[in-house]
């Protein structure tokens, strides 16, 4: 088995959650020309897009160049994602400017006091929870600075619980195809907007289905393509910002199972595969942790929440709701491994993975090209 490095999010510096205080702050110029991970290209003045390409990491990129050639050609630098780098944290970081321990949302399936919630779907067992857990009150800080940007994003997903959470008050338009994007993107530009944010999860989702292979390279190059469309869209004196929320990791069928001696130590488990959190039975915390090392030491890191927060992986600074969704142990896979919860079903069973603090997983691309 591989033995990768922790990686942290750099938060404050070449982070996710510096991308939108940097394009729409009161930041100078001279300032941002000090932040070592912007490209050289990069110009403040002009008008930008920010295109998020969910599920694209550096490191799977960086080896697939000849299948991104318009990718490969923009001025580029790595930074890092969150943590976890799941989507749910990774976008509202990235529309919020804050970390996890600010913004809240700490994962995929966040602890909510008496029960689990899907992030994503903002929901629980018992169907939508939009009204038990208010998106604008679990999540409070405001997206893009306060400002009302237009957000070019699926159509369906406009009306959900996780968009009010993390782009809530943005000038929605809407895609149903992909081929969609770079038009309204391009009309946009031309009406006058300065700044545009656009997602599109296509590389992820395939990612997920179909792991790493001829699907997963037919997509690469079909999201070139569309980068490369993106850009002939836009006026001349405009600039494209590509980033993404996480990379991926292959797990394939390599998933556990938690041994049935932990069950008696636990009250729920929260996160994803790759991040699990496991919330203990009160006094059973220092417990779990030493048995959760003995099995699982090997594949994973196995931290507590005490040291998650000493060495700030959510940010250096977290809030008090914020804490409470967290859980005792947490298994941060360092193999290419996932812990399952039976109590977490999805559509199919997830090839590619992420959530970990892995360099597959964690840095992402920040790439530059000026029309």
């Known amino acids: 088995m591989s033995n990768p490095s922790l990686v942290l999010p750099a938060y404050g510096d070449a982070c996710l959650t510096s991308v939108i205080p940097m394009l729409l702050g009161a930041a100078s110029r001279t300032k941002a020309e000090e932040m070592t991970w912007i490209p050289d290209t990069f110009d403040l003045k002009l008008p930008t897009v920010l295109l998020v390409l969910d599920g694209l990491g550096w490191n799977q990129l960086d080896a697939r160049r000849q299948l991104a050639p318009t990718m490969a050609s923009m001025s580029s630098t790595r930074i890092t994602s969150t943590a976890p780098s799941t989507t749910a944290t990774a976008l ?86 992909a081929s969609s ?12 907007d300065t700044f545009v944010y656009a997602y599109y999860d296509g590389i992820d989702k395939i990612a997920h289905e179909r792991g790493f292979g001829d699907f997963y390279d037919a997509e690469m190059r079909a999201t ?120 977490d079903s999805g559509p199919f069973e997830l090839v590619c993975r992420h959530g970990s603090l892995t360099p597959d997983e964690m840095y992402v691309p920040f790439l530059v090209a000026q029309r």
């Not at 994007?181 to 006058?192: E, N, Q, S």
């Not at 004196?237 to 993404?244: I, P």
């Not at 914020?322 to 109590?343: C, I, N, Q, Y």
């Open 181 to 192: 994007i770079p038009v309204i993107i391009g009309d946009l530009l031309r009406r006058g």
């Open 92 to 177: 509202t970081s990235i529309t919020t400017g804050l970390t996890p321990g600010e913004h809240g949302v700490v994962g995929y399936r966040m602890h909510m006091g008496d029960s689990v919630m899907n992030t994503l779907r903002w929901g629980n067992e018992t169907g939508d929870c939009r009204r038990k857990f208010p998106p604008h009150i679990v999540q409070s800080c405001p997206p893009f600075m306060g400002m009302r940007v237009p957000v070019v994003s699926r159509a369906e997903f406009e009306s959900t619980g996780f968009t009010e959470a993390h782009l809530r008050g943005a000038q929605h338009e809407g895609w149903r195809v």
């Open 224 to 343: 070139d393509e569309l980068v490369a469309q993106v850009m002939s869209a836009m006026p001349h004196g405009t600039q494209l910002v590509v980033t993404a929320d996480h990379g991926q990791v292959h797990v394939g069928g390599e998933t556990i199972m938690l041994d049935p001696s932990l069950a008696p130590m636990l009250v729920a488990q929260s996160g994803e595969g790759r991040f699990r959190w496991l919330h203990a039975v009160r006094g059973a915390r220092a417990a779990l942790e030493e048995h959760c090392r003995d099995l699982y030491g090997d594949v994973a890191w196995v931290v507590s929440r005490q040291q998650v927060l000493d060495e700030k992986w959510f940010g250096p600074r977290v809030t008090t709701d914020t804490e409470r969704r967290l859980g005792d142990v947490a298994l941060v896979a360092r193999d290419p491994v996932s812990f399952e919860d039976p109590a």
